[in-house]
């Protein structure tokens, strides 16, 4: 396995966990809600055709699945985050600078910008690149790039 590509891949998907993170409570608030509203809602006796139950129970329902889904998918994106976030912190600041330039939130000329910022030539950028790669691949999964 190429721990560093992994490790990248795992820095371009940071700002969507932090989301999903972010959010996790709200989404599990709105689902409480929407169940809470179908509850207090009149109950429809009508049967849902072929499933035998009302159209009421098939949305209860949808939101349970919902729910378990969500929370089943929770501890994983969360401690994946945790770790990815714990990782970044341990590294030197020009480092995780670098990295959040080329994998996590890339501007425009992020090189360039890099190089102007740091008072680095392009070449000395790439390698620091690689470097901080390389660290963070030892923190997040304790293996040396192949």
Known sequence: MNWKK???ND???YKYLQ???ENYEDQLEELDARMTRLHSG???????SGGGGTRIEDAWLSCIVK???LKGQHLERWT?????????SILPSEERMVLE???IDRPKNHVDRLCDQLGYEKSQVYR???EALKNLTIALYGIIAD
């Open 6 to 8: 992994e490790a990248a």
């Open 11 to 13: 820095l371009k998907e």
């Open 19 to 21: 989301h999903y993170v």
């Open 42 to 48: 009149k109950a429809e006796q009508v049967p849902v």
């Open 67 to 69: 729910k378990d889904r």
């Open 80 to 88: 994946r985050f945790q770790r990815l976030k714990g990782a970044l």
């Open 101 to 103: 330039y080329f994998y």
């Open 128 to 130: 620091l690149k690689d």
